[in-house]
C-alpha cells in the first residue's frame, strides 16, 4: 500500500473490491493540508490502478470528514503564500495557479473511472465540503453537517459542485448565507444519497459500496462517464475556473484583508466567530478604513 502524510488508502478486508480512502489528521479534524489534495490524487490513482477494486469510499478519522484547510496559522501569520499574499499589488495568477491545482486534486473523485463515495461524519465543511462533494454519492450520519461558510467572507468554493448537485436556488442560499445544513435537510434537499443514525452509517455505506462493487468496472465507468459528460457540457469547467479566479479574489478584496488583519491581530478563532456571528461584515472603504487603524497600530512607534 502507498505511505502517505495525510492520509491512508487500502483494500477493506471483508471486500477488496472496495477501497478506503482515509483522511488522516484526527487532531486537525483532518484540515487540509498542503500535501493533502496531491495524495488524494495520488491514492485515487492507486486505487484505479488495482484491477481488483471497483469503488472508493472516502471518510475521515476521529470526530469529523474534514473541518477545512488548515488556516489557523496561516492566516495569523504574516508570511507571504502564493494564496496570501501580503504584497501590493497582488498577483492573481499565482494565486489562481496554486487554488487550481487543488481543485485539480480533489476533483481526481469526479473524474475516477471508479466510482466515489463520501461518507461522512461529524462536519464536511469549507474546502472538506470541496472534497465530498467531488465524490459521486454522498452517505450522511443524521447529525453531520455540510456547508461552506467561508462564503460570507474570505473564500468561494472552487469545485462549484454546489450548483451542480443541489441546483440553483439551494446553491444561492448556501452561498449567500454560509450556513451549514445537517444530514437530514441534505436528504430532503436531494444532496444526499443516505442518510442514517451515525451508528449506522459504515453499514449503510457498506451496503451502497457492495452493491456497486458487483457491477463490471467497465460499466460503472461507462455509466459514470455519461453522467459526468452531462455537467462538463453545463459547463462545469469553465464555472470552477471563475469560481477558483473569485475565491482568490476574495482573500486579497478589501474585505479579505480586513478579515485577515483582524485575523492577525485577534486571532483566527476570533475572525471565524465574527464571520459566522451573523455580524455585518466591514465592506469597501470602512473595511480599509479598518485595515489602515490596524496596520497603523501594528507598526513600531517612531
Not at 40 to 64: F, L, P, Q, S, Y
Not at 79 to 98: G, R, S
Request: aromatic residues 6%; hydrophobic residues 40%.
Amino acid at each position: 500500500m502507498p505511505d502517505f502524510s495525510s492520509l491512508r488508502i487500502t483494500q477493506d478486508e471483508q471486500n477488496p473490491r472496495i477501497a478506503r480512502l482515509l483522511l488522516n489528521r484526527p487532531e486537525r479534524f483532518n484540515a487540509i493540508s498542503d500535501a493533502m489534495p496531491r495524495e488524494i490524487r495520488a491514492a485515487v490513482e492507486w486505487a484505479n490502478a488495482e484491477d481488483t477494486v471497483h469503488v472508493i469510499v472516502v471518510e475521515g478519522a476521529g470526530k469529523g470528514f474534514c473541518g477545512g484547510y488548515d488556516l489557523a496559522a496561516s492566516a495569523e501569520s504574516h508570511i507571504e503564500h502564493p494564496c496570501q499574499q501580503e504584497k501590493t499589488p497582488w498577483d492573481p495568477m499565482v494565486d489562481y495557479a496554486a487554488m487550481k491545482r487543488n481543485t485539480d486534486d480533489f476533483m481526481s473523485l469526479w473524474r475516477s473511472p471508479k466510482p466515489t463515495i463520501a461518507k461522512v461524519h461529524g462536519a464536511a465543511v469549507a474546502g472538506g465540503s470541496d472534497i465530498a462533494l467531488s465524490c459521486d454519492l454522498l452517505v450522511m450520519a443524521e447529525d453531520a453537517r455540510i456547508g461552506y461558510m467561508p462564503t460570507r467572507v474570505w473564500g468561494c468554493p472552487t469545485t462549484a459542485m454546489w450548483t451542480y448537485r443541489l441546483g440553483p436556488a439551494r446553491a444561492k442560499q448556501l452561498m449567500f448565507t454560509g450556513d451549514m445544513i445537517d444530514g437530514r435537510t441534505a436528504a430532503d434537499w436531494g444532496l444526499a444519497n443516505a442518510v442514517v443514525p451515525a451508528a449506522e452509517l459504515d453499514a449503510a455505506a457498506r451496503r451502497l459500496a457492495e452493491r456497486i462493487a458487483g457491477v463490471p468496472r467497465g460499466h460503472l465507468a461507462m455509466h459514470k462517464m455519461v453522467v459526468n459528460q452531462v455537467m462538463l457540457t453545463m459547463g462545469l469547467e469553465q464555472t470552477q475556473m471563475m469560481a477558483t479566479v473569485f475565491d482568490g479574489i476574495t482573500r486579497h478584496n478589501p474585505e479579505g484583508l480586513w478579515f485577515r488583519r483582524y485575523a492577525q491581530e485577534h486571532g483566527f478563532k476570533a475572525a471565524v466567530q465574527w464571520r459566522d456571528s451573523g455580524r455585518p461584515i466591514p465592506e469597501g472603504d470602512e473595511a480599509r478604513a479598518l485595515v489602515r487603524e490596524m496596520e497603523a497600530n501594528r507598526r513600531p512607534a517612531g
